[in-house]
């Protein structure tokens, strides 16, 4: 048996509308090398200028995963050819990053790690290559985009806690509103370094897995290699350090190149760059643009609000959603329902009705405010519906005009006369005419409870109620027909 250390670089694009040092278009999809100019070309003699909205993102993000920010940040260049980058070195940072020394806590999935994030440094991205038959293409689109990468000590021990720190990690760059976190568009991509040794002996040779674009290709691609790696101890092998790519077609990693150390790279400071020095303003922008961790906003969901881990995880997943979910419960509550009834009618709305909309009109849970059915709507459908006074059938139906009509459902319901029928003298009149055409179904009701058939007799029951309801569309208040039915069934 062996002991795993593993440990990530997740890189992020930064929302900045233009690239960290120069004044192009940061855009996804556009077409090729339509967002490039001398400077994030790498032509001789040009300056770079650093993008200020970058940095503070940075540390933005580098505050959420508790780093210290350093009284002094500068940049360096990253000495390497490679022809996505055309300049043959990249804008980087290696001595004194934006981030330095914090950590992310792990939780769910039965899973309780904390993670120290070693650093945090801002750098530009290179341009893309495109690989068709015998040509490669290039796009230097991407070239000089903000990118931040996150790195940690390699404290986690599974592919599935690499999993869930990629995923605790995108859902806190989308709610601070820094990074997309489209993995499939490359916002977001992890290098994940494992080595393997046995129990005490401290770290092992490193492997490094290349630009994974997704959490289940993190998991997937991890205990690949600690499987494989392990195969190769057993045999009395070494393991050879490299950096290897997942072929997601066949499940298993693939050599790619020997792995580069730091030295290789032979960094210097930038000189074009000043050193960057953050005063009081900058430092209190930054702890503004702070906000409720996602992992904190799930626990408190499930102690205030009452709801299942499970629940608060689904309710938190985007904060748009969760935010939604807050505003209706508090809509409920002030127009009466208690909080616990609130809080799971919303969520049961939210995860069945609300998200089969949103997938119907191809409208992402991110633009879940958009609706016209918006949290004060769908607190007065949920109380109308908690209060008897529509039924769950015609709440939805109400639902579906708001979406089509932008009105108030209770303008709705009073229209298509939905209200509830709770008149007893009202329901028994519609009793007595279903009664008037189902007579051999109450005497086969007696008869089979008399008969000690009693599931029979419930099921019949049943029928009779929802004979009620289809003659009242739904309307009859089911609780008062059923004990007219069961009173005619004993005869009186």
Same mark, same amino acid.
């Given at each position: 048996?062996?002991?795993?250390?593993?440990?990530?670089?997740?890189?992020?694009?930064?929302?900045?509308?233009?690239?960290?040092?120069?004044?192009?278009?940061?855009?996804?999809?556009?077409?090729?090398?339509?967002?490039?100019?001398?400077?994030?070309?790498?032509?001789?003699?040009?300056?770079?200028?650093?993008?200020?909205?970058?940095?503070?993102?940075?540390?933005?993000?580098?505050?959420?995963?508790?780093?210290?920010?350093?009284?002094?940040?500068?940049?360096?260049?990253?000495?390497?050819?490679?022809?996505?980058?055309?300049?043959?070195?990249?804008?980087?940072?290696?001595?004194?990053?934006?981030?330095?020394?914090?950590?992310?806590?792990?939780?769910?999935?039965?899973?309780?790690?904390?993670?120290?994030?070693?650093?945090?440094?801002?750098?530009?991205?290179?341009?893309?290559?495109?690989?068709?038959?015998?040509?490669?293409?290039?796009?230097?689109?991407?070239?000089?985009?903000?990118?931040?990468?996150?790195?940690?000590?390699?404290?986690?021990?599974?592919?599935?806690?690499?999993?869930?720190?990629?995923?605790?990690?995108?859902?806190?760059?989308?709610?601070?509103?820094?990074?997309?976190?489209?993995?499939?568009?490359?916002?977001?991509?992890?290098?994940?370094?494992?080595?393997?040794?046995?129990?005490?002996?401290?770290?092992?040779?490193?492997?490094?897995?290349?630009?994974?674009?997704?959490?289940?290709?993190?998991?997937? !691609?991890?205990?690949?290699?600690?499987? +494989?790696?392990? $195969?190769? %101890?057993?045999?009395?092998? @070494?393991?050879? =350090?490299?950096?290897?790519?997942?072929?997601?077609?066949?499940?298993?990693?693939?050599?790619?190149?020997?792995?580069?150390?730091?030295?290789?790279?032979?960094?210097?400071?930038?000189?074009?760059?000043?050193?960057?020095?953050?005063?009081?303003?900058?430092?209190?922008?930054?702890?503004?643009?702070?906000?409720?961790?996602?992992?904190?906003?799930?626990?408190?969901?499930?102690?205030?609000?009452?709801?299942?881990?499970?629940?608060?995880?689904?309710?938190?997943?985007?904060?748009?959603?969760?935010?939604?979910?807050?505003?209706?419960?508090?809509?409920?509550?002030?127009?009466?329902?208690?909080?616990?009834?609130?809080?799971?009618?919303?969520?049961?709305?939210?995860?069945?009705?609300?998200?089969?909309?949103?997938?119907?009109?191809?409208?992402?849970?991110?633009?879940? !405010?958009?609706?016209?059915?918006?949290? +004060?709507?769908? $607190?007065? %459908?949920?109380?109308?519906? @908690?209060?008897? =006074?529509?039924?769950?059938?015609?709440?939805?139906?109400?639902?579906?005009?708001?979406?089509?009509?932008?009105?108030?459902?209770?303008?709705?319901?009073?229209?298509?006369?939905?209200?509830?029928?709770?008149?007893?003298?009202?329901?028994?009149?519609?009793?007595?005419?279903?009664?008037?055409?189902?007579?051999?179904?109450?005497?086969?009701?007696?008869?089979?409870?008399?008969?000690?058939?009693?599931?029979?007799?419930?099921?019949?029951?049943?029928?009779?109620?929802?004979?009620?309801?289809?003659?009242?569309?739904?309307?009859?208040?089911?609780?008062?027909?059923?004990?007219?039915?069961?009173?005619?069934?004993?005869?009186?």
């Amino acid at each position: 048996m062996y002991q795993s250390f593993i440990g990530l670089e997740v890189h992020i694009h930064l929302l900045t509308k233009t690239k960290v040092f120069c004044g192009c278009a940061a855009a996804f999809g556009d077409e090729p090398n339509t967002h490039v100019c001398p400077v994030c070309l790498g032509y001789p003699g040009v300056l770079p200028a650093l993008n200020i909205e970058a940095m503070r993102m940075g540390c933005t993000v580098a505050r959420s995963l508790n780093c210290r920010i350093p009284s002094q940040t500068w940049f360096e260049r990253k000495q390497y050819f490679y022809p996505d980058m055309t300049k043959n070195y990249q804008i980087s940072q290696f001595a004194s990053p934006l981030g330095q020394e914090g950590y992310m806590d792990l939780e769910g999935k039965g899973i309780r790690r904390r993670v120290r994030i070693r650093e945090c440094h801002l750098e530009e991205d290179a341009g893309k290559m495109i690989h068709t038959g015998t040509v490669s293409l290039l796009d230097y689109n991407r070239a000089g985009v903000s990118l931040l990468e996150i790195v940690t000590e390699p404290d986690m021990e599974t592919g599935e806690e690499a999993e869930l720190f990629i995923r605790q990690l995108r859902r806190l760059v989308r709610y601070l509103g820094v990074c997309d976190g489209n993995m499939e568009e490359g916002s977001l991509r992890a290098d994940a370094n494992i080595s393997i040794n046995l129990p005490g002996k401290g770290l092992g040779r490193k492997v490094e897995i290349k630009n994974l674009n997704s959490s289940r290709f993190v998991r997937l !691609g991890l205990n690949y290699e600690i499987l +494989r790696q392990s $195969a190769l %101890l057993d045999q009395g092998k @070494a393991v050879v =350090q490299e950096t290897r790519l997942w072929n997601e077609n066949r499940d298993q990693t693939e050599p790619m190149r020997q792995k580069e150390n730091a030295q290789d790279y032979r960094y210097f400071p930038e000189p074009d760059l000043p050193v960057f020095i953050p005063d009081a303003a900058f430092l209190r922008s930054v702890e503004e643009a702070l906000i409720e961790a996602p992992q904190d906003r799930i626990r408190r969901l499930q102690e205030e609000y009452g709801l299942s881990e499970e629940q608060a995880e689904l309710v938190a997943d985007e904060k748009a959603e969760a935010d939604y979910f807050e505003e209706a419960a508090a809509a409920a509550m002030a127009r009466g329902l208690e909080k616990s009834a609130a809080s799971q009618r919303i969520c049961h709305w939210l995860l069945s009705d609300i998200r089969h909309i949103l997938a119907r009109e191809g409208i992402p849970i991110a633009a879940i !405010g958009t609706l016209k059915l918006n949290p +004060r709507r769908l $607190a007065a %459908l949920v109380v109308l519906s @908690a209060g008897g =006074q529509v039924s769950g059938k015609n709440a939805k139906q109400a639902a579906e005009l708001v979406l089509s009509g932008d009105r108030d459902p209770e303008d709705i319901i009073r229209e298509q006369g939905w209200e509830r029928i709770t008149d007893p003298a009202r329901i028994a009149d519609v009793v007595q005419a279903v009664y008037a055409d189902e007579g051999k179904i109450f005497a086969e009701i007696r008869s089979a409870l008399t008969g000690g058939r009693d599931k029979r007799g419930q099921t019949l029951k049943a029928y009779l109620v929802g004979r009620v309801l289809e003659r009242t569309g739904g309307r009859a208040d089911p609780k008062i027909a059923e004990s007219r039915i069961e009173e005619l069934i004993a005869g009186r």
